[in-house]
């Protein structure tokens, strides 16, 4: 049995994010501009930076064990892999990523149907050579090395498949949804054989519960105060929490320590009213996970 998990780090836009998220998580990863292989503090890892696009195919051969790449590219390539669970950074957007079919301000399409013959053009060629196939649609579809949008507007093609969060691009762009392919967020994928593999599921569960804690926390905060003891009734019931708010009762006093999670915008919202009812030494501090 080989005791080290191969990792792959999103290279792009999920690089920085998944970095911070990893440290949060209680893992230290470093990366260089001048090599694809970042450094952890942890020796049952190894590293190496991959474009999400390609994460799964190289996850199906067997080059990696473990990845983070968007749902997306994950159907695109029809990956044979593993998924582990959603990773929905809030650092980059919470979000889902929407594959839209995009028409002309012209075209008088109204449903996939009506394109029949015609030419689509999007960087998710497998995918949407797929999602027309199995409604037995005949069309062909071209690869868009970028600037999707200006091809439907110089007539080059017939409709675009495009990535889109809230669609203002399109709309801006005097473009139309016709309708929507797929929702695509970042999920953490595992190469089958390392999913069968008791000490690297091991490993790749312990990481994946780790990220989700460190996502949980974001925004959230932990609260505790000092309170006469005839107001904890009324200041529990301002305290929302995981479950209920933790009570204990100082020494030979009469007062209490309450102790509670929430998040940042609840506590300005909530400090006035439990300074009305006679809290003291309130204390807020940060989380990094929530487990």
């Known amino acids: 049995m080989d005791n080290q998990l191969r990792l792959g780090i999103p290279k792009g836009s999920l690089e920085n994010a998944t970095i911070e998220l990893f440290a949060k998580a209680g893992w230290k990863i470093k990366t260089s501009s001048r090599s694809y292989f970042p450094t952890s503090d942890d020796d049952d890892l190894k590293c190496s930076l991959v474009r999400p696009q390609e994460m799964a195919k190289v996850l199906e051969r ?23 669970g959603e990773m929905v950074y809030s650092k980059v957007s919470r979000r889902p990523a929407r594959w839209v079919l995009v028409v002309g301000p012209d075209s008088k399409v109204e449903k996939a149907e009506d394109l029949a013959g015609a030419i689509i053009s999007t960087e998710l060629v497998g995918f949407t050579k797929r999602y027309f196939a199995e409604r037995n649609i005949p069309v062909e579809v071209e690869f868009s090395w970028g600037a999707t949008e200006a091809k439907i507007l110089k007539g080059l093609c017939d409709a ?31 190469n089958k054989d390392a999913w069968a593999d008791p000490w690297k599921r091991t490993k790749i569960e312990q990481i994946y519960t780790l990220l989700q804690s460190a996502l949980r926390a974001e925004g959230m905060v932990g609260l505790k105060m000092n309170a006469p003891g005839d107001q904890i009734d009324a200041i529990t019931a301002l305290l929302p929490s995981l479950n209920r708010p933790t009570v204990a009762h100082l020494y030979q006093s009469d007062w209490v320590s309450i102790e509670s999670v929430l998040t940042e915008k609840e506590v300005r919202q909530i400090v006035p009213d439990l300074i009305r009812l006679g809290a003291e030494g309130i204390v807020e501090y940060p989380l990094n996970k929530i487990i």
């Not at 067997?62 to 582990?84: H, P, Q, Y």
């Not at 762009?173 to 929702?183: C, H």
């Open 62 to 84: 067997g080059k990696l064990d473990v990845g983070i790449a968007g749902r997306d590219w994950v159907r695109e390539n029809d990956s044979d892999v593993v998924e582990v």
């Open 160 to 190: 675009i498949v495009e990535v889109t969060e809230t669609g203002s691009t399109i709309k801006a762009n005097n473009l139309r949804i016709v309708a929507e392919l797929m929702e695509s967020v970042p999920v953490m994928i595992a």
